[in-house]
């Protein structure tokens, strides 16, 4: 029975029922529903949780555009950083550090979150302040800590370069400009979404495509309320919460800086500080270490400090254990990186590097 609580509870007024719901629990609580051919969906957090589309829908000749400046160094003040440095497709769309190095070796105020599946986050950022793709681009490509660029720099580059002015004049009326580079990169980002983890697979109908461990991972996750949070098809990315909803995660970690603010420094409410937008799960085994302040080295100990200071419970390893074999089925097989473009230009830029 996926809700064993909820069913054994109400169970205690009928003997049979008891017998059947709580030993049913018991023996094996990833059992399949009573009824054959009952909808996936129609069990617990498969409510919340969204199966990833196939398709992206993306212009792929835009798209190729984007891969192109999305892998370029140049793009950067000095040559050496593009965006997938910190953003390497290879490591879950992240760097795998808890703070990235930009283009100047300053490090980044917060972990590095994926580029993957980002379009189907509410707001972009851990504390959401841009709305868009496009607009999210606009920060790391001029951002000091990051690629530290100027807009005349960036245009004169890419207008210069005899391969990307021939496509943006071929995808775009007005040519090489701020709008059309943002535009590109977005479009390109907006075909990084990663479908067909095991997890969908199983939303979709297929029972055996996660093991018995993550059905019962999974039921936790539900059960003990982690889908209040984490829902929707990212599994998170639909609001801002605050971290340490039970606990002082703050006072108990130390070092407060501004970034752990959070929402607080977009609106300057006062109940906004220490909120963030809740982060998307899927393929969360591939993007350690976790959390805005990248303190958290494993999925492990990552669940274990969600339990405590988001529901107020100390997680025994048995539970942190199924919970980290569901997580690990939002895991997609890797992209296909059409990078042979991607990285031949990113090559051959090398050598013009300022
Ligand atoms: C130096 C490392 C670094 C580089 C280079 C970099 N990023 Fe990021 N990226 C980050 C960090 C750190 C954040 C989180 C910043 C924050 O939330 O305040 C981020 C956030 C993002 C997000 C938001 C994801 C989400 O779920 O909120 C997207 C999308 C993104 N970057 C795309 C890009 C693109 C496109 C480029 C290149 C133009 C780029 N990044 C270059 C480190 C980097
Ligand atoms: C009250 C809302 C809430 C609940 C409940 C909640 N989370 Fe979270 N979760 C968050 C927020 C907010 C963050 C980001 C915190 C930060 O970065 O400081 C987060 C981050 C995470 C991360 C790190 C992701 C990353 O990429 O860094 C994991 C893993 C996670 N949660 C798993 C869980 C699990 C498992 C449960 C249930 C035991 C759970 N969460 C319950 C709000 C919640």
């Known amino acids: 029975m996926l809700k064993r609580y909820p069913l054994c509870q109400i169970t205690i007024v009928a003997f049979t029922i008891v017998l059947l719901g709580c030993d049913d629990s018991r023996s ?39 891969e192109q400046l999305f892998f370029d160094r140049n793009l950067s003040s000095n040559g050496s950083t593009s965006c997938a440095s910190c953003h390497d497709l290879n490591r879950g769309g992240t760097d795998q550090l808890a703070r990235s190095p930009g283009a100047t070796g300053q490090l980044s105020s917060v972990n590095t979150p994926t580029v993957f599946n980002a379009r189907f986050n509410f707001k972009q950022f851990w504390d959401g302040r841009a709305d868009s793709l496009e607009e999210q681009a606009l920060g790391p490509l001029t951002n000091p800590k990051e690629m530290n660029n100027t807009w005349s720099d960036i245009l004169a580059y890419v207008s210069s370069n005899t391969e990307y002015a021939t496509q943006f004049n071929a995808q775009f009326d007005a040519g090489v400009t701020k709008e059309t580079v943002l535009t590109a990169l977005a479009v390109y980002q907006r075909t990084l979404i990663t479908p067909n983890s095991p997890f969908d697979q199983f939303l979709n109908g297929d029972e055996d495509a996660i093991t018995d461990q993550a059905k019962q991972g999974f039921e936790l996750f539900d059960d003990l309320g982690c889908s209040s949070c984490h829902q929707g098809v990212n599994v998170g990315g639909n609001m801002f919460q605050r971290i340490g909803v039970m606990g002082d995660y703050f006072a108990d970690r130390g070092n407060v800086t501004e970034a752990d603010f959070g929402l607080y420094n977009v609106t300057g409410i006062e109940s906004d500080r220490y909120r963030f937008k809740v982060p998307s799960l899927r393929n969360v085994a591939d993007t350690s270490p976790y959390f805005h302040d990248g303190s958290a080295p494993t999925l492990p100990e990552a669940v274990t400090i969600m339990a405590r200071y988001q529901l107020g419970i100390e997680l025994p390893q048995s539970d942190v254990d199924l919970l980290v074999s569901f997580l690990e089925t939002l895991s997609a097989p890797p992209l296909e990186v059409r990078s042979t473009q991607a990285s031949a230009s990113n090559q051959a830029h090398q050598g013009e590097a300022r």
């Open 28 to 66: 094996d609580r990833s059992s399949p529903p009573p009824q054959p051919n009952r909808p996936i969906s129609s069990l617990g957090a498969a409510e919340t949780i969204y199966p990833m589309p196939l398709a992206h829908g993306q212009d792929e000749d835009i798209a190729l555009l984007g």
